[in-house]
C-alpha cells in the first residue's frame, strides 16, 4: 500500500470542508430496550417473567447448574425465543447471559433466533470484549446487521485485533457503506497501538479514496506513525503545518516527535520542538520530559539526561518513580554512584518506595563498581521486600559477584536457586561457567556446560567462549579444539574475540598452520581481528620461515586494516627477508619500512 507522498498532501485534505458524517453512533440501556430493528419485550414475554426471575438466580449462584435446569422445570421450553429475549434482559451478567446462551446452543438443536443473537452481539460490543465478539460470530455463524459493524470496527481495534478490523473494513465496502472519520480513527489508532503501521497507511488510504475527510485526530496519528517508521523528520513536518494553520494535534504527537529526535541523535530539533510547544503553548508535562530523558538515556547521553531532569524538578514538576528508577539507572551505568544514591534518598523521602526495577538497578550499580557488601544488603533488604528470589535477580547478583572475583559466594547462590526451586536460566549458567573459568576453575566450568545441555537448555558462543579461552591459556588445545568443533556443529558463529583466542592458542603450541587457517576464517566472515592478533601471528610465522604467509598477513594488516608495525616486529620482519636472499626482498622490505 502506498504511502502518503509528503504531509503537504494531508494538510490539503484536513483544510478541506468537512462533510458531516451520515453514521451515527447508538446508545441504548437495559431499560430503554434496543432500537433500530431489535425486539423489545412486549406484554406477552410477562408470563415468563417468574421462570426468568428464577433461572437468573440459579445461574449466578449454582456451580454446575447446566447439569440440572431441565429437571428444575421439566416441561419448560427454554428454547422459546420470547424466554431467552427475557431472560436476557433481566441477566446483567453479560458472562453468565453467553454462558446460558451456549448451554442453549448445545442442549436444543435449534439455534437461538437473530434477534437473540444480536442482543448478545451488541452487548459483547458495548463491554469492548472483542475476542468473545469475535468468538461469537466465529461460533455461531451470526452475521451482524451493517448498523452494527462500525462500533464492532472500534471494539476490534481498540482490542488489538486490527486485522480482523480491516475484514469488516472490507465487508462495509460490499455494502456500499462509508465508515465515518471517528471508525476510521479507531482503527488507525489500534494499528498505532498493534505496532503495525503498515496498516495504518492503508487505512488512512482507503479513507482518502472513500471521501472521508481527515480531522486533526487523525494527523496526530499518522505523526505517531511517521516516528514509528523512522520518518521523525516527515513527522515535524507535518506538525509544523497544523501548527501553522492553527490546529492542535495534542501533547502526545509532540512527545512522539521529541522521542524520535533523541533517538536519532538530533538534540537540535528536539530542543526546537520543545520551543514550538511553548510558543504554541503547549507547556511540555511531565510526560514531555519522560520521552526526552528516555530518549538520553537510550543513547547513553546520561550527563545530558541528568541535566534534564534536575530542569524537571525545578520547574516545578514531580517525577515518578519510573523516573528515578530510570534515572538512578543511569547514573549507575555511568559511575555516579552518589548522585544516584541522593535520588534513591529523595524518592524515598517522598513516599514513593522502590520496587523491583528501582532496587536492581541499584543493586547493580554497586556490584559494577565492586561495592559488593553495601550491593548485598540491598539485595537482602530487597528480598525481605518480597521483589528478590527470582530468576532475574539471582542472576543479576551471581553475575555481579563473578566480575569481582566473588566465586564462593557466587556458587552458594546459584546452590541456593536449586534449593529454594528458583529456575535457572542460560544467563545463570553463562556468568558462573565464565565465573569458574575466570578462578581457573576449568573442571567445574566444563561440567556445568554438559549440565546445561542435559537440561535441554541451548548454548549459545559466549557459553563456550570463556571455556574456550581459558583452555587455549593453560595450553589445552585438544579440549579447546573439542570445543571449537562442537559449537561449529550447533550452527553456532565464533565472535571475533573467540577467533582471536584460538589463533593465539594455537600460536602459542606451535600450530602456526591452524592459526593461518582461523586468520583467514575470521577475514572471510569479515571479522576484524586486533593488531595484537596479527603481532602474534607474525612472531610465529618467522619463527617457522614461513614468508609468503608473512607477506599476506602483513598486506591484510598493513594496507587493509590500516594497524602499524611496532618496531621490533620490523627489524625481525627485515631481518628475515634480507636473509631470505630471496628476489622479493628488497621490495618487501621497502613496503615494510614506508608503512612503519
Known sequence: MAKPSSPSSIISLLRCNRPKPQTQIRNFTKESGFDNGSVKCSNTD???????????????????????????????????PRFIREYLRCQSNLLL???????????????????????????????????????????????????????????????????EANNVFDKLKVEGVCPSVKTWNSAISGCLEAGKTELVWKFYNEMMQSGVVADIETVGYLIRAFCDDGRVSQGYELLCQVVNDGLDPGNIAFNKLIYGFCKEKKYGKMSELLHTMIATRHVPDIYTYQEVIRGLQNNKTQVESFRVFSELKERGYFPDRVMYTTMIHGLCEIGWLEEAKKLWFEMNSKGMLPNEYTYSAFVHGHLKLGKIEEASKLYKEMCEKGYGETTVSYNMMIGGLCLNGKIEEAQDLFTEMAQKGVARDLLTYNSIIKGFCNNGKLTEGINLLNELIKLGLQPTSSTYASIIEKLCQVGYLGEAKRLWSDMHNRGLEPKACDYEHMITGLCEQGFVVEGMECLVAMLTRKLKPQNVTFEKLLQCLLQENRMDDCLHVLEVMLLKMGYKLKEEICLSLVNKFCQSGSDFAETSVGEILETR
Open 97 to 163: 447471559s453467553l454462558r446460558f446462551f451456549y448451554w442453549l446452543r448445545g442442549t436444543y438443536s435449534c439455534l437461538p433466533d437473530w434477534d437473540c443473537c444480536n442482543l448478545i452481539f451488541e452487548a459483547l460490543v458495548d463491554a469492548k470484549a472483542s475476542k468473545v465478539a469475535k468468538g461469537f460470530i466465529e461460533q455461531t455463524g451470526f452475521s451482524p446487521k451493517v448498523e452494527s459493524l462500525e462500533r464492532y470496527i472500534c471494539c476490534l481495534s481498540e482490542g488489538g485485533l486490527v486485522e
Open 46 to 80: 410477562s408470563e415468563f417473567t417468574d421462570v426468568v426471575k428464577q433461572v437468573c438466580n440459579i445461574t449466578r449462584i449454582r456451580p454446575r447448574w447446566e447439569q440440572t435446569l431441565q429437571s428444575d422445570f421439566p416441561g419448560f421450553n427454554f428454547s422459546d
